[in-house]
C-alpha cells in the first residue's frame, strides 16, 4: 500500500485545513483501518484520529476533539481530516497510515503496517 498525505500548510490560530489521504493497494481499501498522527518538532509521534474500515467507528485523541473530524470515501481510496479551531500547539508533521489487520480503529502506532511521507501543518498564533 502507498499512502499519500496532503493539504498541509499555513494557517493563522483558529482557522481550519482539510488534510487528506489518498492509497493505492492492490486489496480493496476497506480492508484496512486507517488512522492520522502527528510529530511536532523534538517530541515523539502521537495519535490523533483513527477510523474504521467503514467509517462507523472513529476515535480521537483528547487534544482535539470536538475540533478535528476523520471520515473516508471507500469508492474514492481516500480518507480525510478535518481540522477546525486549529491552535499553535497542532503545529506538527501529519502521517496516514493503514492497518492491513485492522477492523476497528486502534491508537497505537505499532498496529499500523503503512505509513504515508507526512504533510507539514503550522498554525501561527
Known amino acids: 500500500v502507498q499512502l499519500q498525505a496532503s493539504g498541509g500548510g499555513l494557517v493563522q490560530a483558529g482557522g481550519s485545513l482539510r488534510l487528506s489521504c489518498a492509497a493505492s493497494?492492490?486489496?480493496?481499501?476497506?480492508?484496512?483501518?486507517m488512522a492520522w498522527f502527528r510529530q511536532a518538532p523534538g517530541k515523539e509521534r502521537e495519535f490523533v484520529a483513527a477510523?474504521?474500515?467503514?467509517?462507523?467507528?472513529?476515535s480521537y485523541a483528547d487534544s482535539v476533539k470536538g475540533r478535528f473530524t476523520i471520515s473516508r470515501d471507500n469508492a474514492k481510496n481516500t480518507m480525510w481530516m478535518q481540522m477546525n479551531s486549529l491552535k499553535p500547539e497542532d503545529t506538527a508533521v501529519y502521517y496516514c497510515?493503514?492497518?492491513?489487520?485492522?477492523?476497528?480503529?486502534?491508537?497505537?502506532?505499532?498496529?499500523?503496517?503503512?505509513w504515508g511521507q507526512g504533510t507539514l501543518v503550522t498554525v501561527s498564533s
Open positions: 493497494t492492490p486489496r480493496t481499501f476497506n480492508n484496512y483501518a
Open positions: 477510523i474504521d474500515w467503514n467509517g462507523g467507528t472513529t
Open positions: 497510515a493503514a492497518d492491513r489487520y485492522g477492523v476497528a480503529p486502534t491508537d497505537q502506532a505499532y498496529d499500523y503496517d503503512y
